[in-house]
């Protein structure tokens, strides 16, 4: 089993940080590929992040380009979503994700493992 823990969220102004964090735990030496997502009322999930260990790169959405970075800490199985500037358009509630050798880290069903997702809420 695998279990994945976020923390970070909260209220935050707009144009202010927030950093989101993702421990990822259990049997996870088979995991490759990690994803943040995010829904807001009404709406779709969507995608926001990615890293492809197979591809060797991340992935962004267009929105979050230049203002969101993916990053990890191996030694701490741990996963993070740095937000800089984030705007209104960005509250959601945020969802880490994993899986092995994702084919389309874009799409949410590629993902096997969730976590429960922090309320990131942007003030203006």
């Known amino acids: 089993q695998v279990q994945l823990a976020e923390s970070g969220g909260g209220l935050v102004q707009a144009g202010a940080s927030l950093r989101l964090s993702c421990v990822v735990s259990?049997?996870?030496?088979?995991?490759?590929?990690m994803g943040w997502f995010r829904q807001a009322p009404g709406k779709e999930r969507e995608f926001v992040a990615a890293?492809?260990?197979?591809?060797?790169?991340?992935y962004y959405r267009d929105s979050v380009k230049g203002r969101f970075t993916i990053s990890s800490d191996n030694a701490k199985n741990t996963w993070y979503l740095q937000m800089s500037g984030p705007n209104p358009k960005d509250t959601a509630v945020y969802y880490c994700?994993?899986?092995?050798?994702?084919?389309?880290?874009?799409?949410?069903?590629?993902?096997?493992?969730w976590g429960r997702g922090p309320q990131v809420t942007v003030s203006s």
């Open positions: 890293f492809s260990r197979s591809g060797g790169r991340t």
């Open positions: 259990g049997r996870t030496f088979h995991l490759s590929d």
């Open positions: 994700a994993v899986a092995t050798d994702v084919r389309r880290p874009q799409v949410p069903n590629e993902y096997r493992y």
